[in-house]
C-alpha cells in the first residue's frame, strides 16, 4: 500500500523565535560573543560570524546591527556605501 504525503502548511519560524533583547543587541556583534540561549544548550558555534560582518562592514565604511523584526523576532541590517562609478 502506498502511502500518500500528508500536506504541510508553510511555517514562518521568524515568529516562533524570540528577538535579542536590547542590552545584547551591540555585544552579539564582538568577537566570542554568544548569546544567552546559545551558550545554554552548548549550540555548535564560536561567536565570530556577527563579529566578521560588522568588522568588514565597517572596513568599507558601513556598519551591521540588529533590531526587532516587525513580524517578531530580530532583524539583522547590513549597511554599505553605494559603489562610485
Do not use: Y
Not at 545584547?24 to 555548535?44: N, Q, V, Y
Not at 565604511?61 to 523576532?73: F, M, R
Amino acid at each position: 500500500m502506498r502511502r500518500t504525503p500528508r500536506r504541510r502548511r508553510p511555517r514562518d519560524r521568524r515568529r516562533r523565535r524570540p528577538g535579542v533583547v536590547p542590552e545584547d543587541r551591540e555585544r552579539i556583534f564582538e568577537r566570542f560573543a554568544r548569546g544567552p540561549r546559545a551558550a545554554r544548550r552548548s549550540l555548535p558555534g564560536a561567536g565570530l560570524g556577527l563579529a566578521i560582518v560588522a568588522e568588514t562592514a565597517a572596513r568599507h565604511g558601513g556598519a551591521a546591527w540588529c533590531s526587532d523584526a516587525p513580524e517578531g523576532g530580530a532583524r539583522f541590517t547590513l549597511s554599505l556605501p553605494a559603489a562610485q562609478s
